[in-house]
């Protein structure tokens, strides 16, 4: 069985720093990706990877603050999130893709799993 579960959301300060991390159980991936959605929003494209070979994908809006990487041991895949803003407050959610190739894909379809997400609130 599947299970993608993230952790370490919370409350931060505006320009302050998280960093989220989803462990993957029940099998290895091709690509893993964050996706966040705030209230009254469409889930959005953060960042990916693939797996393998390491490839990376980032949003523009995250570009130079948020930085994706896994741990092929753990199974595990992170997010560091630095110099956050209000416009980061969103919940965040884990995907994971199984199908071939291994593409750090950028649309919420490319991905066949995902988690219950983590909540991160941005405060002033």
């Known amino acids: 069985q599947v299970q993608l579960v993230e952790s370490g959301g919370g409350l931060v300060q505006a320009g302050g720093s998280l960093r989220l991390s989803c462990a993957a159980s029940?099998?290895?991936?091709?690509?893993m990706g964050w996706f966040r959605q705030a209230p009254g929003k469409e889930r959005e494209f953060v960042a990916a990877?693939?797996?393998?070979?390491?490839?990376?994908q980032y949003a523009d809006s995250v570009k130079g603050r948020f930085t994706i990487s896994r741990d092929n041991a753990k199974n595990t895949m992170y997010l560091q999130m630095n110099s956050l803003n209000f416009e980061d407050e969103a919940v965040y959610y884990c995907?994971?893709?199984?199908?071939?190739?291994?593409?750090?894909?950028?649309?919420?379809?490319?991905?066949?799993?995902w988690g219950q997400g983590t909540q991160v609130t941005v405060s002033s």
């Open positions: 995907a994971a893709r199984e199908t071939y190739p291994p593409i750090p894909a950028l649309v919420v379809v490319q991905y066949d799993y």
């Open positions: 029940g099998r290895t991936f091709y690509a």
């Open positions: 990877i693939a797996w393998s070979v390491g490839n990376r």
